[in-house]
C-alpha cells in the first residue's frame, strides 16, 4: 500500500485548525494579484471569531500575544492563497513581510514574525520556507497588532 502523500489540507487538519473566509478588500484594492506565476496578496490583518486583534506590542500587547496574532494572520494568508489559486498549487513562498504595531523602545518584531513564519512552514512543508522582513511600525489599519504580506510562486 502506497502511503498518502502530506497535502497542506491534510497538515491543517492533523494541526487541528481550520481556515477562515479569504480576506476581503476594506478598501479600493484586490486581495491578491497573480502575475507570471508569481502570487503577491495585499496585507492581511489577524482575526479572530470575526473581530481584527488589535493592541500594541510593548504596551497592551505582550510578546506571546503577539506572536498568536501573527499566526492567526498566517491563516488568513492561507485562505488568500487557497481562495486564489489552491494551496496544492504553491510552489515556494518567496517573501513574508510582518508589520507590527509596536511602542517605540520594542525590539522583538521577530520573535513576533515567528508566529507566521512557523505556521506556514508546518502548513505547508518544503514550500513555507521563506524569505522575511519584521519591522516595527507605529500604527496599522483597524488598530490590528500587525499586518502580513505575502509574495508565492505558483
Known amino acids: 500500500?502506497?502511503?498518502?502523500?502530506?497535502?497542506?489540507?491534510?497538515?491543517?487538519?492533523?494541526?487541528?485548525l481550520v481556515l477562515p473566509e479569504a480576506p476581503q478588500p476594506v478598501a479600493s484594492?484586490?486581495?491578491?494579484?497573480?502575475?507570471?506565476?508569481?502570487l503577491v496578496t495585499s496585507g492581511v490583518l489577524p482575526r479572530r471569531d470575526g473581530r481584527v486583534i488589535t493592541g500594541r506590542l510593548g504596551e497592551s500587547t505582550t510578546v506571546d500575544q503577539g506572536v498568536a496574532a501573527a499566526r492567526e494572520g498566517a491563516l488568513g494568508l492561507l485562505a488568500a492563497l487557497e481562495s486564489a489559486v489552491g494551496l496544492d498549487r504553491v510552489r515556494q513562498l518567496l517573501?513574508?513581510?510582518?508589520?507590527?504595531?509596536?511602542?517605540?523602545?520594542?525590539?522583538r518584531q521577530p520573535e513576533v514574525a515567528d508566529g507566521a513564519s512557523k505556521l506556514l512552514s508546518e502548513v505547508l512543508g518544503p514550500a513555507g520556507?521563506?524569505?522575511?522582513?519584521?519591522?516595527?511600525?507605529?500604527?496599522?489599519?483597524?488598530e490590528a497588532c500587525v499586518e502580513l504580506q505575502l509574495t508565492a510562486r505558483v
Open 95 to 107: 517573501l513574508l513581510t510582518v508589520y507590527v504595531r509596536c511602542a517605540p523602545d520594542f525590539a
Open 1 to 16: 500500500m502506497i502511503p498518502e502523500l502530506e497535502t497542506p489540507r491534510r497538515r491543517l487538519s492533523s494541526l487541528g
Open 129 to 142: 520556507n521563506h524569505a522575511r522582513v519584521a519591522v516595527g511600525v507605529a500604527e496599522l489599519p483597524l
Open 29 to 38: 484594492y484586490r486581495p491578491y494579484v497573480l502575475s507570471d506565476g508569481l
